[in-house]
């Protein structure tokens, strides 16, 4: 492979070629590609930009408007990216800087808009700053720059305080100091090798906003910030006082979570990214009890987008699903943000898998369930979150119906929270095993030296090739779905919906001309047609004005 380049390529005008449609991202569909798991270019078995970069013709023509790379950065890898090292290189195993050049500039000729991860809340315990703090001991500026306390106890035994973390066990790790005494402890709140970093030292705010500038010149039309809820924590560090603290996550604001102080950072980094032409975005990663603490992310001089995790995480019920749409829209009209909706990523199960199963498993799952009833779902909600007022994101491979992969081996599993015993439930594996390409090969397609993670038998029909041109697969479903998204006025950006009557278990709304609905039962329902049929999940028969929809399936009509 060739040598990482010193310094960044020339800044590229290639954004320019990008549609200058404004407000893009207000009813954009955004692509998550997970780079390991997406086609690799030099067969060593894990996916790289130079495979992203030769797969962009077939993200045009899926009808995608932009494209969210995770982390790609220089990386011990002990998060799969999410430590990073340095955030102005790329890892070697993902190619380099030219490499990201290349990608950026032929994506926006496809006239596709790229977006990075950034990791703020935390680095590498291999990013220079930890090492010399590591190395310099108590005392050093640098330990200032992340969350260096003495700890509690006799001897200092004893973590700071009881915080938790996210992969399980204490949030707290004792370092060994130079002269070889047990030391002070050091805060991560995800894993050991991930120090949080110390948001109210001045040199870490300086240090992000020159690596937002650097890849704004690269080209970047945006950034996803990894746990943009995170980063501030409340003064003093105080005690929880609970036990099993993940159980509170998503129900309560935390003295680490979701802190008012992290909006102050987030109007500067606005105000840096409204210098540059071409739209550029922000997408917050924010986990928060509600959806309306969520637009607190989305006012109009902070944060452009925030993922919509209370939409994620509801079941299969028409019920449900109104009440979550409403509270959804109701949040965001008065901040003028546009509503997100994403059924899939790299942390939970694959949604084909989760509606495969009863409600109230959770959004990661080690069951496979009854495949059939999990894909027909998965279609039929993919529709209606196409047709919802605002942005939809789709993870890498649910346009080919993939489920999680659950009997992955104990011996190949990488998720680092799998390896702590009271964290996660560590199985994100599963949804992160490289997606098929072609019927046949030593990895379907994925490259020609096998693949990081096991794919199972039969995956290659699940493949693009073989459900390419094939009438009713997922991939022409999605292909048509966008299609039809982007040439019907009436769908794509907005702030509402217009409820209709329908029976039990059964979401219809109006846009304009355009009617969707979603039939969440598992029986067959007669309705009206609601004018000239668009597409539908499911076969559908229409016979004097009515239409029977059978069991979990939406079907899309206009008037027009």
Not at 7 to 16: D, G, I
Not at 209 to 233: N, Q
Not at 390 to 395: E, I, K, N, T
Not at 512 to 517: H, K, S
Request: aromatic fraction near 10%; glycine fraction near 10%; proline fraction near 7%.
């Amino acid at each position: 492979m060739s040598q990482q380049p010193s310094a960044a390529p020339a800044p590229t005008s290639a954004v320019a070629t990008v549609s200058e449609r404004h407000d893009w991202w207000r009813d954009a569909v955004i692509y998550q590609v997970y780079p390991r798991s997406f086609a690799d270019s030099n067969g060593d078995g894990m996916g790289d930009l130079e495979g992203v970069r030769t797969r962009l013709p077939y993200l045009r023509d899926l009808g995608v408007d932009a494209v969210w790379l995770s982390p790609f950065y220089a990386s011990p890898q002990a998060d799969a990216g999410y430590d990073v090292a340095d955030y102005r290189a790329v890892d070697p195993m993902f190619g380099t800087l030219l490499d990201a050049d290349a990608l950026i500039r032929d994506a926006h000729a496809l006239g596709l808009r790229i977006i990075v991860d950034l990791v703020p809340n935390h680095s590498s315990d291999q990013y220079d700053w930890f090492k010399r703090a590591l190395a310099e001991g108590p005392g050093s500026p640098l330990r200032d720059r992340y969350h260096f306390r003495p700890g509690k106890g006799k001897n200092g035994e004893l973590p700071p305080n009881d915080w938790e973390s996210i992969f399980g066990g204490p949030a707290w790790t004792r370092v060994t100091e130079p002269d070889g005494t047990p030391g002070e402890w050091y805060l991560h709140l995800f894993a050991p090798e991930q120090p949080d970093f110390n948001w109210e030292h001045p040199a870490v705010g300086d240090e992000f906003r020159s690596i937002l500038r650097f890849w704004l010149d690269m080209g970047v039309d945006g950034f996803r910030i990894d746990v943009a809820h995170g980063m501030v924590k409340a003064e003093g560090l105080p005690d929880l006082g609970s036990h099993e603290q993940l159980k509170l996550l998503g129900n309560d604001v935390m003295p680490f979570f979701d802190q008012d102080g992290v909006h102050a950072i987030y109007r500067q980094w606005r105000r840096i990214l409204d210098e540059y032409s071409g739209e550029r975005i922000f997408v917050a990663e924010a986990w928060t009890p509600t959806v309306e603490r969520t637009a607190n992310y989305v006012r109009p001089d902070e944060l452009h987008q925030a993922f919509n995790f209370q939409y994620l995480g509801t079941h299969w019920d028409a019920e449900e699903l109104r009440t979550v749409i409403d509270r959804t829209l109701d949040a965001m009209r008065p901040v003028g943000a546009p509503a997100t909706w994403v059924l899939s990523n790299h942390d939970v199960t694959r949604h084909a898998t989760r509606f495969a199963n009863p409600a109230g498993l959770g959004t990661q799952i080690r069951l496979a369930g009854d495949r059939e009833l999990g894909l027909r779902r998965a279609r039929a909600a993919t529709l209606l979150m196409l047709a919802l007022p605002g942005s939809a994101y789709v993870y890498q491979g649910e346009e080919l119906g993939l489920p999680d992969v659950v009997d992955l081996p104990d011996e190949v599993r990488q998720d680092p929270a799998y390896f702590r015993g009271a964290g996660q439930d560590g199985f994100r594996d599963g949804c992160r095993v490289p997606i098929p390409w072609t019927r046949e090969g030593s990895s379907y397609g994925f490259g020609d030296g096998g693949s990081w993670l096991p794919q199972p038998a039969g995956w290659g029909e699940l493949s693009v090739e073989a459900q390419t041109g094939e009438p009713g697969s997922t991939l022409e479903l999605y292909r048509e779905a966008l299609a039809v998204r982007r040439s019907t006025a009436d769908l794509g950006a907005g702030d509402a919906v217009e409820w209709l009557r329908a029976p039990e278990g059964v979401v219809a709304f109006r846009r304009g001309d355009f009617v969707c609905v979603a039939n969440t039962t598992g029986e067959s329902v007669a309705l009206p047609a609601y004018g000239r049929l668009l597409l539908a999940s499911g076969e559908i028969t229409e016979t004097s004005g009515e239409a029977k929809v059978p069991a979990d399936t939406t079907v899309w009509w206009t008037r027009a």
